[in-house]
């Protein structure tokens, strides 16, 4: 299917009204790399860390991490990699962490939580990352973010690394960018400092909506009851959009439904100009970018919210076979 859309490699998603949409890779694995070439995308919007430790028997010591970074980063061929520290807990348990037996994990005690629960595991992370980055740029993101706090102590953490491998002597990152992955409602609505603070903002669409419907997204019983394009939650986009435009962060999407066709354009129209989604996706959405109007979409969803439907998906629809 990738060949289909090889003859769009290397050109932009740049829609017919002239805007342009950056489109990024999800990748968790060495073996993703390739298809960052082969796929045409613009960089790593979303390296998923927790993978090289699920697969592990042993938890990975500094050297062997930071070796693994820097091979991702020299296979990323100067694109670059945005590294979200470990999201275990949840669906996610490491073979060698005692099992928490939580009622609920999924809002236990998982991802950033965890961090700064276990903070050595997380520094020895960050130590990796910055070792692995040496003369080239290091992007950080911090996952499961529900309010400022964390984030401003996840930030001082990554910020006493830096210190301490500089008064070591070891040589640097030639740049930082540190962000936070919104996929908790609270995050929408946390001080305007918290949006100040982030070279950038990614909204974790998977956790987002199913903490904002309160629909279990490992539940086959729910999971599908509640349409990304509803417009309570197409409301929430705007707030973040609204938020992070009034701070001049830049904002991208990174949940499965950035590789959805009629939700990557929905999301664009609305204001988010970087999703990041699987490598086989990217064909297929740059396809149907090129093909429309991003300001005509909007102003169709526009319409359809003041109609007081429950979801746009039937008018962008119905737009769209029109095209
Ligand atoms: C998300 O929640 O949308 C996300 C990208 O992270 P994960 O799927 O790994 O929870
Ligand atoms: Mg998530």
């Not at 945005?82 to 928490?100: E, H, N």
């Not at 990352?129 to 529900?146: D, K, N, Q, T, W």
């Not at 999971?223 to 197409?234: G, I, K, M, P, Q």
């Not at 526009?302 to 429950?310: F, I, P, V």
Request: glycine share 8%; hydrophobic share 45%.
């Amino acid at each position: 299917a990738q060949d289909r859309y090889a003859s769009l490699r290397n050109l932009p998603a740049t829609a017919t009204c002239g805007a342009t949409v950056q489109l990024y890779m999800n990748a968790g694995l060495m073996a993703d790399l390739p298809s960052l070439d082969g796929s045409g995308a613009e960089g790593v919007g979303l390296f998923r860390t927790e993978l090289q430790f699920l697969i592990r028997s042993h938890v990975p010591r500094r050297a062997e991490l930071a070796g693994l970074y820097a091979r991702v980063m020299d296979n990323a061929h100067g694109k670059p990699v945005i590294f979200r520290t470990l999201d275990i807990g949840s669906d996610k348990v490491l073979p060698y962490m005692k099992p928490q037996d939580e009622p609920n994990p999924a809002m236990g005690w998982r991802a950033i939580r965890v961090g700064l629960d276990k903070r050595g595991v997380l520094r020895m992370q960050l130590q990796a990352l910055i070792r692995a980055s040496v003369g080239r740029p290091l992007h950080v993101m911090f996952p499961f973010i529900a309010e400022i706090g964390e984030y401003q102590d996840a930030h001082r953490i990554l910020m006493q690394e830096l210190s301490r491998e500089q008064r070591l002597g070891h040589p640097m990152p030639s740049d930082i960018r540190v962000g936070a992955m919104l996929e908790t409602p609270s995050l929408a609505f946390a001080p305007k400092r918290f949006f100040e603070m982030c070279d950038f903002v990614s909204i974790g669409g998977n956790d987002l909506k199913q903490f904002f419907f309160a629909a279990d997204r490992e539940n086959e019983r729910v999971r599908r009851r509640y349409d990304t394009l509803n417009v309570a939650f197409l409301a929430m986009l705007r707030q973040i959009i609204a938020r992070c435009e009034e701070a001049r962060v830049p904002l991208s999407f990174c949940g499965e439904d950035a590789g959805r066709p009629i939700e990557a354009l929905v999301f664009a129209a609305l204001g988010i100009r970087r999703l990041s989604m699987r490598p086989a996706s990217i064909g297929p959405v740059k396809h149907l970018i090129r093909r429309v109007s991003l300001s005509e979409l909007r102003a169709v969803i526009d319409e359809a919210e003041a109609q007081g439907l429950t979801s746009v998906r039937g008018p962008v629809t119905a737009w769209l076979a029109r095209q």
